[in-house]
């Protein structure tokens, strides 16, 4: 019954149905996260996992630091503008193919520097993987223009199946007994190629006859996304900055548990994944008042769940970071119980971010995430080369605090939100039955 309400939600469309439709693939991107993780994980050992990790996280890292904040500018204005959507789209493809050769090339000078303790094929390897960078320049494009086309099936597929790409190559390896660092982390890039050209092709293809006023939509694009970038930068070196930091400061086998213990703590992630995929281009189309309204009642739903979950999964931490990954990783479950914590205080705080960003605001985020990010690396290198992992973990956590402290501040004194706005409610409650209530006479209209 359960299963076939969620497709009736599915069919009938609508805010509420999007979120779950995200929130599903987010969790079976999960599933197949953790079983390519136990592969890698349960075959290379720490070290092995922790060179694999290091190959393969700078094509993404350079590609999301060198956006302009272009694909937030796309889903704002294809909002804003429908009618422009085609010059608005084919304009960010050109910007992103650009903006990947930059990322090659400061790749091809900064990675040899900072992996300098690694062995010389692993370091080359990193500097070829780095054709990627275009290719996630583009995807992040498209990733955008489905969001705001609201075509959550595409947006979805172009989620998962590189995931399920990647577990198909793996087990042919394990088959084999091919299985080792290089051959993984060809696993993990190439499968998003073919996917990425399909995807292209399909928008390319229906906005290349009717594009129009480049110059003006380039000018449009990067009037916003100047202003938005800082916090796509942000957010970027607050994903990896850690990463970065234990590749330069500590062994391979030390980064092998830490990636290991995030990658896993990103379970507290999928709902808010979910939210944020729909919610900013929602509440873009809204008045402010409206916008913040929608993103504070959405906060406090996603946060119960995401405290019920929470509890959960700390629980039983100590058995499934083991029963995953092998006894080799059990030096993993007190970085893994932080990184928890932490997860869940970020999923809170980029939920609230969406409401400046919709709001047509989108420099307070990225004044709030520079400033974490400058004290981020402030405590890492004071607390990495004392407490090893754990400090980045720690440091992580001190963080994500300091920047839900200072939203709420914001909110609180220049926005004006009550404090009763912050408060979970019955009403709450009342509001979601009545959601789902009518997607469900909309799913029974449908069939």
């Given at each position: 019954m359960a299963i076939t309400n969620l497709m009736k939600l599915r069919r009938s469309g609508g805010s509420l149905a999007n979120v779950l439709q995200v929130f599903a693939s987010n969790i079976f991107i999960l599933g197949l996260n953790v079983g390519t993780g136990v592969i890698i994980a349960r075959f290379l050992g720490p070290e092995g996992r922790g060179e694999q990790a290091a190959m393969i996280m700078w094509p993404s890292f350079l590609a999301y630091c060198l956006t302009l904040g272009i694909p937030a500018a796309l889903v704002y204005y294809m909002k804003k503008k429908g009618e422009d959507q085609a010059s608005l789209y084919m304009t960010s493809l050109y910007l992103s193919v650009i903006l990947g050769f930059v990322a090659m090339g400061v790749g091809a000078v900064l990675i040899p520097f900072w992996m300098k303790d690694y062995s010389q094929e692993v370091?080359?390897?990193?500097?070829?993987?780095?054709?990627?960078?275009?290719?996630?320049?583009?995807?992040?494009?498209?990733?955008?223009?489905?969001?705001?086309?609201?075509?959550?099936?595409?947006?979805?597929?172009?989620?998962?199946?590189?995931?399920?790409?990647?577990?198909?190559?793996?087990?042919?390896?394990?088959?084999?007994?091919?299985?080792?660092?290089?051959?993984?982390?060809?696993?993990?890039?190439?499968?998003?190629?073919?996917?990425?050209?399909?995807?292209?092709?399909?928008?390319?293809?229906?906005?290349?006859?009717?594009?129009?006023?480049?110059?003006?939509?380039?000018?449009?694009?990067l009037s916003y996304g100047v202003r938005s970038y800082g916090t796509d930068v942000a957010g970027t070196l607050s994903g990896y900055i850690d990463q970065i930091l234990v590749v330069g400061l500590l062994s391979p086998s030390s980064l092998g548990l830490y990636v290991v213990s995030l990658n896993l703590a990103k379970i507290l992630r999928t709902l808010q994944g979910a939210v944020t995929s729909v919610?900013?281009?929602k509440a873009s189309g809204l008045e402010r008042e409206e916008a913040l309204k929608l993103t504070f009642k959405v906060f406090r739903i996603s946060t119960i769940v995401t405290l019920i979950v929470g509890a959960g999964v700390f629980i039983i931490a100590p058995y499934l970071l083991v029963i995953l990954y092998g006894k080799s990783f059990?030096?993993?479950?007190?970085?893994?119980?932080?990184?928890?914590?932490?997860?869940?205080?970020?999923?809170?705080c980029w939920i609230l971010s969406q409401g400046f960003m919709s709001i047509g605001r989108p420099g307070t985020v990225t004044i709030i995430r520079a400033t974490t990010l400058g004290l981020n690396v402030v405590f890492m290198n004071v607390l990495i080369p004392r407490l090893g992992v754990q400090g980045a973990a720690i440091s992580l956590l001190t963080t994500a605090l300091i920047e839900l402290m200072v939203i709420f501040l914001l909110y609180t004194f220049k926005h004006r939100v009550e404090l009763r706005h912050w408060m979970f409610s019955k009403s709450d409650v009342v509001w979601l039955i009545d959601r789902v209530r009518r997607q469900k006479e909309r799913g029974s209209a449908a069939m």
């Amino acid at each position: 019954m359960a299963i076939t309400n969620l497709m009736k939600l599915r069919r009938s469309g609508g805010s509420l149905a999007n979120v779950l439709q995200v929130f599903a693939s987010n969790i079976f991107i999960l599933g197949l996260n953790v079983g390519t993780g136990v592969i890698i994980a349960r075959f290379l050992g720490p070290e092995g996992r922790g060179e694999q990790a290091a190959m393969i996280m700078w094509p993404s890292f350079l590609a999301y630091c060198l956006t302009l904040g272009i694909p937030a500018a796309l889903v704002y204005y294809m909002k804003k503008k429908g009618e422009d959507q085609a010059s608005l789209y084919m304009t960010s493809l050109y910007l992103s193919v650009i903006l990947g050769f930059v990322a090659m090339g400061v790749g091809a000078v900064l990675i040899p520097f900072w992996m300098k303790d690694y062995s010389q094929e692993v370091i080359s390897f990193a500097v070829w993987a780095l054709i990627m960078s275009p290719i996630t320049m583009i995807g992040t494009i498209n990733t955008a223009a489905l969001q705001s086309r609201e075509e959550y099936h595409l947006y979805n597929l172009t989620r998962y199946l590189p995931v399920v790409g990647t577990l198909l190559i793996l087990c042919g390896l394990v088959v084999t007994g091919s299985i080792n660092p290089f051959y993984t982390s060809v696993a993990y890039l190439f499968p998003v190629l073919p996917v990425t050209a399909w995807i292209t092709f399909k928008l390319v293809s229906e906005y290349k006859i009717r594009q129009k006023n480049k110059v003006k939509s380039g000018k449009t694009l990067l009037s916003y996304g100047v202003r938005s970038y800082g916090t796509d930068v942000a957010g970027t070196l607050s994903g990896y900055i850690d990463q970065i930091l234990v590749v330069g400061l500590l062994s391979p086998s030390s980064l092998g548990l830490y990636v290991v213990s995030l990658n896993l703590a990103k379970i507290l992630r999928t709902l808010q994944g979910a939210v944020t995929s729909v919610l900013f281009p929602k509440a873009s189309g809204l008045e402010r008042e409206e916008a913040l309204k929608l993103t504070f009642k959405v906060f406090r739903i996603s946060t119960i769940v995401t405290l019920i979950v929470g509890a959960g999964v700390f629980i039983i931490a100590p058995y499934l970071l083991v029963i995953l990954y092998g006894k080799s990783f059990v030096e993993a479950i007190g970085i893994f119980r932080i990184l928890l914590f932490q997860t869940a205080i970020t999923s809170v705080c980029w939920i609230l971010s969406q409401g400046f960003m919709s709001i047509g605001r989108p420099g307070t985020v990225t004044i709030i995430r520079a400033t974490t990010l400058g004290l981020n690396v402030v405590f890492m290198n004071v607390l990495i080369p004392r407490l090893g992992v754990q400090g980045a973990a720690i440091s992580l956590l001190t963080t994500a605090l300091i920047e839900l402290m200072v939203i709420f501040l914001l909110y609180t004194f220049k926005h004006r939100v009550e404090l009763r706005h912050w408060m979970f409610s019955k009403s709450d409650v009342v509001w979601l039955i009545d959601r789902v209530r009518r997607q469900k006479e909309r799913g029974s209209a449908a069939m």
